[in-house]
């Protein structure tokens, strides 16, 4: 059985901290087959890791966290930016017109970035959204939406998607923190797979949601810091023209 980590965030996002290389050396560590850089509303992250996904031997899907105006969707298989802030069906309607395919992030919870049921079911009931919109996250291990994964989970029971588990990695440690089975090893078939709804979501890290907020903490102030020293050293080499 396959093992993929679909959610997975890099420098690429304001809040993640793991480069590209990071992210790939981790999934490596992991033992994961196939994996999805799914960056806020960015696939440049994505499209670097894929161009170098073979010195590392792992399938790399380009992809987006996309913020749409109703909650978080990831967005697998799309090599161009989606526009951020659009409905979730007209969002799905853009995925299906760049062949792409949808999985509802972190659904039914208590914060502003979470897919309502009544959402996602008006989306199931439209001809052209419901064509792309295959999976729902029921287990999210970033610390902020882990202890909701109860009410993900009962979601999802109610509805006709493949149950997908992510790791919503912001830091490169936590990669395959939850991981997706799926018969075979490549990006084809665990999208046949996802199409099929014969995932099979893992939870791998049990560990308490504050450490992994704490590290993930420590490695933010880190990269904010060495940012700010780098724009100060440049400007010192570059002084400004009179
Ligand atoms: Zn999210
Ligand atoms: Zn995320």
Redesign the pocket.
């Given at each position: 059985m396959g093992k993929a980590d679909l959610?997975i965030?890099t420098t690429y996002?304001m809040d993640g901290t793991a480069s590209v290389r990071e992210a790939l050396e981790s999934a490596v560590r992991a033992g994961l087959d196939v994996i999805a850089i799914?960056d806020?509303d960015e696939v440049r992250g994505a499209l670097e890791a894929r161009a170098i996904s073979n010195e590392y031997g792992i399938h790399v899907i380009p992809g987006a966290?996309v913020s749409t105006s109703e909650g978080?969707l990831i967005v697998l298989f799309i090599d161009r930016k989606i526009p951020a802030g659009m409905s979730l069906i007209d969002t799905l309607i853009c995925v299906r017109e760049m062949g792409g395919t949808a999985i509802v992030?972190h659904p039914d919870q208590p914060s502003p970035t979470s897919i309502s049921m009544q959402s996602i079911r008006k989306a199931l009931e439209h001809p052209q959204a419901r064509e792309v919109l295959h999976g729902i996250e029921i287990c999210n291990m970033?610390p902020t939406h882990s202890p909701f994964n109860g009410r993900s989970q009962k979601a999802a029971d109610k509805l006709p998607l493949a149950h997908i588990a992510s790791s919503?990695a912001?830091i490169a440690s936590m990669i395959g923190a939850g991981v997706t089975g799926f018969e075979g090893s490549t990006s084809r078939e665990l999208r046949q797979a996802i199409q099929r709804r014969s995932t099979q979501p893992q939870q791998i890290n049990h560990e308490h949601p504050m450490r992994i907020f704490f590290r993930w903490l420590r490695l933010f102030i880190g990269r904010k810091m060495s940012e700010v020293f780098r724009r100060q050293a440049t400007a010192q080499r570059e002084p400004s023209r009179p």
């Open positions: 959610h965030h996002s799914t806020h966290e978080h992030a970033n919503d912001h």
